[in-house]
């Protein structure tokens, strides 16, 4: 399947801070890229659809001032955590594909 | 909006028996049927998917079917391994460029030898 890859990891930061995620298609051009945010033990939430050059589309409840998406190359979509808080703490996950939709390795964010 | 509702929430079997998990939708116009396996801390990986245009797939011990005029879809294990322990999530999506998977709230399988 098509590769989707997600960095980093694992960011621990200080409350107000900001975090910036990114997501790449390494085989495949992205002109629509998804980001979900996962809480523990639930399921993938929808936040914003990512389009190549315009404006991300955001799900209702999703502030866009706070999280940040840009998507300035069919390979690349970065999300920044703009004054990052506890509340803002989970697992962020990128997902992509040419046909199906593949899932990068996802984000763990822990704020202080 | 869609509305995609699955179980069981948790679901426990012995090595080697089968293991079967129901999903069920709201929109008719969705037509795309994946599921996921997702290990602990890791992105969900595609394991199989079906089109509305067929009632039943199968690779190895996975099987999924789909009854469109019930909107109802079902992902089969057969012969299930302790490696098949994991949180398994179904999605739906109307299958066009641009559009989103929504996915119901996960069954975690456990499989014990």
């Known amino acids: 399947g098509a590769v989707v890859s997600q960095h980093p990891s694992r960011v621990i930061c200080k409350s107000g801070t900001s975090v910036k995620i990114e997501c790449r298609s390494l085989?495949?051009?992205?002109?629509?890229m998804f980001w979900y945010r996962q809480f523990p033990k639930q399921s993938l939430m929808l936040m914003a659809t990512s389009n190549e050059g315009s404006k991300a589309t955001y799900e209702q409840g999703v502030e866009k001032d706070k999280f940040l998406i840009n998507h300035a190359s069919l390979t690349l979509s970065t999300l920044t955590v703009t004054s990052a808080h506890p509340e803002d703490s989970s697992f962020y996950i990128c997902?992509?594909?040419?046909?199906?939709?593949?899932f990068g390795s996802g984000t763990q964010l822990s704020v202080l | 909006g869609e509305n995609v509702e699955q179980h069981p929430s948790t679901l426990s079997v012995q090595e080697g028996d089968s293991a079967v998990i129901k999903c069920t939708y709201s929109d008719s116009a969705s037509n795309y049927f994946p599921w996921y396996k997702q290990e602990l801390g890791k992105g969900p990986q595609l394991i199989i998917d079906i089109r509305s245009n067929v009632g039943e797939k199968k690779d190895q011990r996975i099987a999924v079917t789909l009854n469109k005029t019930a909107k109802h879809f079902s992902l089969h294990i057969t012969e299930t391994q302790p490696e098949d322990s994991a949180v398994y999530f179904c999605a739906v999506r109307v299958d066009q460029a641009g559009t989103a998977l929504i996915f119901g709230k996960g069954t975690t399988l456990s499989v014990s030898s």
């Open positions: 085989d495949f051009q992205a002109t629509t």
């Open positions: 997902s992509a594909g040419p046909e199906k939709l593949f």
